[in-house]
């Protein structure tokens, strides 16, 4: 700021502000700060793109005054229940020609009034910022983040990135999101100019493509979801793009990394947004997995056993499988409940942080395989749908895919129902003729690009152990994503088409149900059922159709010793009463 008083801090879609011009705008909101609210109790920011939040923000830190950023497109209930925990009294909001000013919170926001923050008191040392978890996990939680552990993840990024006065970095996180934090102080710290835009010009495809181009964007940090639907053009500045939120997939280091420096980050907002960032990613050393990098900030971990025996090993020396457990000063300082505050660890003591992401150890590097609460019990067997899914997307013609549990007329499935031992695509021990409902719960595999499923599938039985290989495998032209980024793993059920009863003859059905039930669409009589995908619980649901169709005495035995489709469907009329 003092070297470059006259380059732009902050650029909008109608205005640019000055190094000189910023300074003075955050310095006369910090004394407007320290004049209305004491030390340590905290501030409101209304969440609106724009100016003004980044002047509230910085004011914020300048006067040493804790925030946290409502946006009052959150419910009621939910800003209500932040005023409440924290005390907010005042909020911060921008005018139309983005100066800040403060103001009572609203009144829907605080109905009885505004109380003493709950246990803040108790908390050593100055705080920074509060930041709600997105409640993917449970309920949402309010989480306290000190000044100095940021300031060191900060640093870390400005080098490693090598952000300085010429960089300009695009402000795409939501502010109610903490990966807000590192974008905007990573580029003002070093002087470079912070882009903030309405979402509309952020939505990924075309529309967040020109606004790179347009507004000769940089640096960018961004979800795999905004990765993988943008295409990068020819007239992009990008020095530097950072995916984070999400796994990063090797077709998007592909892709990403011929126009720019592409780098990885992981981290949590229990510490401090980012614990570890890659250097510059290669293509060819991603195509079995995109590592999670190395440390920033002031922290370090460990993997936790899980207590599931060791990990097989793999070429090149034994894998180590763990829960990631995030340890020293950039764990914050805990939970902010009704209660008080609730630091982490086992023992309450703010040393560590559980972070619920199992991750392996290979060759020196780290890689993210799945939460602990996406793992599932499927006939018998454990299984981390994010190692599925990563090995998924190793095939060719394959950019990203998403794998769940379901029951195989669409609906979602425990897992926990079907008899053990009745592997992916191993029916054996299914034999007789077993009435058709039980144990029905299937893997399936949602994925986006253009790689054959029938090849797909071949990959994965040489890359996977049977009873982790996908029973239905269906292309999808897109995935459904929260608001915040994330595959919206509920949505993709409704995908699935159903659409064999509409079918005009018996054969034409059975071949409708069998392309649903494996993903293969185009499945023909010559087929054997096995080979695309069946398995002991689609099995059963074969049986029930052939039943429907009048072979009233169909069995699984029939379609165990059935060659092909055409085998099963020739007897329908010799069958059928």
Request: proline share 6%; glycine share 12%.
């Amino acid at each position: 700021m003092r070297e470059h008083p006259d380059a732009d801090a902050v650029r909008t879609a109608d205005r640019t502000v000055s190094y000189r011009e910023f300074d003075k705008l955050t310095q006369v909101f910090a004394d407007d700060l320290g004049a209305e609210v004491p030390p340590g109790a905290f501030v409101g920011i209304e969440a609106a793109r724009g100016l003004g939040a980044i002047t509230a923000m910085i004011g914020a830190l300048r006067a040493r005054r804790p925030f946290v950023f409502l946006d009052s497109r959150d419910s009621v209930a939910s800003n209500a229940e932040k005023v409440k925990v924290l005390g907010v009294r005042r909020l911060a909001r921008s005018r139309d020609d983005g100066d800040v000013y403060l103001t009572d919170v609203p009144q829907a926001w605080c109905p009885d009034g505004t109380g003493p923050a709950y246990g803040l008191s108790a908390v050593e040392g100055e705080l920074c910022y509060a930041i709600h978890t997105s409640g993917s996990t449970g309920e949402p939680k309010c989480v306290l983040v000190r000044p100095g552990p940021l300031a060191a993840v900060v640093r870390d990024h400005v080098e490693r990135l090598s952000v300085g006065p010429d960089a300009r970095t695009l402000q795409f996180a939501r502010l109610t999101f903490d990966g807000c934090m590192t974008e905007i102080l990573w580029t003002l710290t070093a002087g470079a100019c912070l882009v903030v835009l309405d979402e509309a010009r952020l939505a990924p495809g075309a529309e967040l493509r020109d606004t790179l181009e347009r507004f000769g964007i940089t640096h960018l940090k961004t979800t795999p979801f905004a990765l993988t639907a943008t295409e990068p053009g020819g007239a992009l500045r990008l020095r530097h793009v950072i995916n984070g939120g999400g796994a990063c997939r090797s077709a998007v280091v592909a892709k990403w990394s011929a126009v720019a420096a592409l780098h990885n980050a992981y981290g949590a907002t229990e510490t401090t947004v980012c614990n570890l960032l890659t250097g510059p990613l290669d293509p060819a050393r991603c195509r079995a997995g995109v590592p999670l990098g190395d440390l920033v900030g002031e922290g370090a971990y460990h993997l936790r056993d899980l207590g599931d025996g060791a990990a097989p090993a793999e070429a090149g020396g034994p894998v180590r499988r763990g829960e990631i457990v995030i340890t020293g000063p950039a764990v914050a300082a805990g939970y902010l409940t009704g209660d008080g505050v609730r630091p982490f660890g086992p023992a309450g003591d703010g040393t560590e942080y559980r972070t619920g992401d199992v991750a392996e150890l290979r060759d020196g590097e780290l890689y993210f395989v799945e939460r602990l609460d996406h793992q599932v019990k499927l006939r018998g067997y454990r299984l981390d749908l994010g190692e599925i899914e990563n090995t998924v997307c190793r095939a060719e013609a394959v950019v990203e895919a998403v794998v769940t549990v379901e029951s195989h007329d669409g609906t979602g499935g425990t897992g926990d129902d079907a008899p053990a031992g009745t592997g992916s695509n191993a029916p054996a021990g299914t034999g007789g003729n077993a009435p058709p409902g039980a144990g029905d719960d299937a893997l399936v595999c949602y994925y986006l690009g253009a790689a054959d499923p029938r090849e797909l599938r071949r990959h994965l039985e040489g890359a996977l152990d049977p009873y982790k290989v996908p029973s239905v495998l269906h292309r999808v032209e897109a995935l459904p994503y929260t608001p915040n980024g994330k595959v919206d793993r509920d949505a993709l059920r409704g995908l699935r088409t159903r659409g064999e009863d509409t079918a005009s003859t018996p054969v034409q059905q059975v071949l409708t149900l069998v392309g649903r039930l494996t993903g293969i669409g185009d499945a023909v009589l010559d087929d054997n059922f096995y080979a695309l995908g069946g398995d002991s619980a689609s099995t059963l649901r074969l049986v029930t159709k052939l039943r429907e169709l009048g072979w009233l005495d169909a069995g699984v035995r029939d379609v165990l010793r059935a060659r092909d489709l055409r085998a099963l469907t020739d007897q329908l009329p010799q069958r059928s009463v």
